[in-house]
C-alpha cells in the first residue's frame, strides 16, 4: 500500500515568510510525528498525534512552529516568521498505534530559508 | 541532549565483511529501533526490540539489548555495498500515550567497498 507522503519535497523560501508542510501518514495509522533533521545531525522530535490531538508538543523549538491534524489522518507544520537556523530536513512519520510499533517516514520536506 | 549515542561515527569495511555499530543511551525505554538512511532523506525501519528482548534477528541483522548497560548493537553479516548509508539508533518513550517520540542518536555512516 501507499507509504507517508509529504509535500513539498524541497521549499525554498525567505527569512520571515510563513510556510506550510504537509504530510499524508498512512491509511489507518492513529500516531503521526514530526522530526527535524538538521544537515549532517541526526533527528529531532517536534510534536506528535495521537489521532487529532498533540499530547506532546515538547519538541517545538519556539511559538513560531504549529501544527494540526485534522480528521485524524492528514497533518500540517506550519512555520511563521522563518529563519535561516529552520532549514533543515522536515520529516514526518506514522504507526499504526502509539507503543511498540514502529514508526514509517515520508521522504521529508528539505526546507531552506535564505 | 539527545538519547542515543552511536559508536563509531563512521566506518568502512570491505564487501563480504561485518559491520557492528553500537549504541549507548541513558534513561530507561520501553523500546529501542534501528533506522537506515540513504543519502540524506527518508528513513527505513530495520528492526525492533523491545525493553524485554534480549536479542532479535532479521535475515542478515542480528541486534542484542542491554538495558543493564544501557546499550544495544547492530551487525550486518556479509555485507554489500547497497548497504552504504547512515544507521541510526532511536529509543522509544512512552508513558500511557502521554509521548510515544523516539529520540535518535547521531549515526553511524557505514561505507561499504566493493
Known amino acids: 500500500g501507499a507509504g507517508v507522503s509529504q509535500s513539498p519535497s524541497n521549499k525554498v523560501t525567505e527569512k520571515g515568510k510563513d510556510v506550510e508542510l504537509r504530510c499524508d501518514p498512512i491509511?489507518?495509522?492513529?500516531?503521526l510525528y514530526w522530526y527535524r533533521q538538521r544537515l549532517g545531525q541526526g533527528l529531532e522530535f517536534l510534536i506528535y498525534?495521537?489521532?487529532?490531538?498533540?499530547?506532546?508538543k515538547s519538541g517545538l523549538p519556539s511559538d513560531r512552529f504549529s501544527a494540526e491534524r485534522t480528521g485524524g489522518s492528514v497533518s500540517t507544520l506550519t512555520i511563521q516568521r522563518t529563519q535561516q537556523e529552520d532549514s533543515a530536513v522536515y520529516l514526518c512519520?506514522?504507526?499504526?498505534?502509539?507503543?511498540?510499533?514502529?514508526?514509517?517516514f515520508g521522504p521529508g520536506t528539505r526546507l531552506t530559508v535564505t | 541532549s539527545q538519547q542515543g549515542e552511536e559508536d563509531p561515527q563512521a566506518l568502512s569495511i570491505q564487501e563480504g565483511e561485518n559491520a557492528t555499530m553500537n549504541c549507548s543511551y541513558k534513561?530507561?525505554?520501553?523500546?529501542l529501533q534501528w533506522y537506515r538512511q540513504n543519502s540524506g532523506r527518508g528513513l527505513v525501519h530495520l528492526i525492533l526490540?523491545?525493553?524485554?528482548?534480549r536479542e532479535k534477528h532479521s535475515g542478515r541483522l542480528r541486534v542484542t539489548l542491554d538495558t543493564s548497560k544501557k546499550s544495544s548493537s547492530l551487525l550486518i553479516t556479509a555485507s554489500r555495498a547497497a548497504d552504504t548509508a547512515s544507521y541510526f539508533c532511536?529509543?522509544?518513550?512512552?508513558?500511557?500515550?502521554?509521548?510515544?517520540?523516539?529520540?535518535f542518536g547521531t549515526g553511524t555512516l557505514l561505507a561499504v567497498q566493493p
Open positions: 512519520a506514522s504507526s499504526l498505534r502509539w507503543a511498540n510499533y514502529e514508526q514509517y
Open positions: 491509511s489507518g495509522h492513529t500516531a
Open positions: 498525534f495521537q489521532g487529532n490531538s498533540a499530547p506532546d
Open positions: 534513561t530507561s525505554i520501553n523500546n
Open positions: 526490540i523491545r525493553s524485554n528482548e
Open positions: 532511536a529509543t522509544a518513550m512512552f508513558d500511557g500515550g502521554a509521548t510515544n517520540k523516539l529520540i
